[in-house]
């Protein structure tokens, strides 16, 4: 099977505009087919501000309310998603800029109102790997936004580790496929700072039990094990200088026995 | 050759809801292979008004500073440019949002100081036409915002309608180029407010002395009189509802002989 690389990048990565194009630039040297899925940064809530939209948060938690949704749609689908296109261009890459509901790639449902009531996010329904292989067959390298949509046409604001980690699973009949998280730590650390290179889920409940792994760095692995459990080949969490070199330690996820 | 219809939607389609819900909706209905181009309506204005952009003119023409580039990048290519394409998703057309950075459809330049700086305003130096002809026969429908990009991966606000053109013109040989600018009124309308259901280069020449084709009209016919020039089969500026009842009068340019 020919190897495909999914490259999500996040957090500091994007914030930071040198670490930005820094990465860009290794990942547009990539030789593989390859993906890349973006997040937001703290852009979104910089634009929120400024508009005088104030967070709604219900019990401690976010909620993506349409004026938070416009906010993301036009920092993710817009703002990032398409200087993010037009840098990997200008390194001769060729990459195409999706959202969800671009070519109907992934299809989401609106988070059915339980306790919380979430607003505007999306869980992921479907995805279109006929579609995004014919892509990546014409030498496209497909730069997603997190914002997918609705049957009835609908956005909604989907998490980008689940939307990398979906579309990685989603593409392990097809691929060989080599999922890499890229953001500003050099992988997950233990108690003591040092970085684990391995790790097994065993482990990572140890970690969280004794909240040592905590807060994003939970659903992150949630996702990064979904993914290694749905037949992804290999799954890292790695910092942007890794992609520029590879010889660098980083943390890859390994199967329980 | 096989027809293929380019729409060019843009002012108040874009700004009333309803009216762009029908239009949507009936291009989605179109059975041809078809582009949509959008503009932006006013929708960047009233965003950049809201962070307290002021616009920056010069001789009395609207100039591009990098904030105003950000706000069209998110306006047009986030905000407009993905809730059109999921609404079109939900009529069963299934539309891929481009800017012309994506799979590098587009590349444009700078436009060179002379004597006023434009600031970051593009002119079109390339299509790629292959890819596009690509996105047509996997039976997308590309869905353009007027955001394009430079080699040196610059992001450039365009002309919406010399977008239009320009595409128009570049797939004539192609395909037979059924280009459609639908605007706010029936078509071009005479000194008495008549229709002119057809419409030649003389006589356009002569109303614009006349000073009853004025404004934004002009460089609307001039683009839509060049995609003429270039090949195009049919160029028509019309209504909303034309698309919706094609029996219903616009107007049609035609050939000086």
Do not use: W
Not at 102 to 114: E, F, L, S
Not at 165 to 188: D, H, I, W
Not at 219 to 224: D, Y
């Amino acid at each position: 099977m020919q190897t495909l690389e999914i490259i999500k990048i996040g957090g500091k990565v994007i914030d930071v505009g040198m670490s930005l194009r820094k990465v860009l630039q290794a990942v547009a040297q990539l030789p593989q087919p390859k993906i890349l899925v973006h997040g937001g940064g703290s852009m979104a809530s910089t634009l929120a501000e400024r508009l005088g939209i104030t967070p709604v948060m219900v019990a401690g938690r976010r909620v993506t309310d349409a004026a938070m949704l416009d906010v993301a749609t036009m920092v993710y689908a817009g703002k990032i998603n398409k200087n993010v296109v037009a840098d990997l261009q200008s390194h001769g890459c060729n990459a195409l800029g999706l959202s969800g509901a671009d070519a109907a790639i992934i299809r989401a449902v609106k988070r059915p109102v339980g306790d919380i009531d979430y607003g505007f996010v999306g869980d992921i329904e479907q995805v279109n790997t006929d579609t995004l292989s014919a892509f990546l067959e014409l030498g496209l390298t497909p730069v997603f936004s997190a914002i997918t949509y609705q049957r009835d046409g609908l956005l909604l604001n989907t998490n980008a580790d689940t939307l990398a980690a979906t579309l990685a699973a989603s593409l392990a009949g097809q691929y060989a496929v080599r999922l890499t998280f890229v953001f500003e730590k050099a992988g997950v650390l233990d108690a003591k700072g040092k970085l684990i290179t391995r790790l097994d889920e065993a482990t990572f409940m140890r970690l969280k039990q004794e909240k040592v792994i905590a807060d994003g760095m939970i659903p992150k692995l949630e996702n990064a094990f979904a993914a290694l459990a749905a037949g992804v080949q290999t799954v890292r969490l790695a910092s942007d200088i890794y992609l520029l070199n590879n010889k660098l330690p980083c943390t890859t996820l390994i199967a329980t026995p």
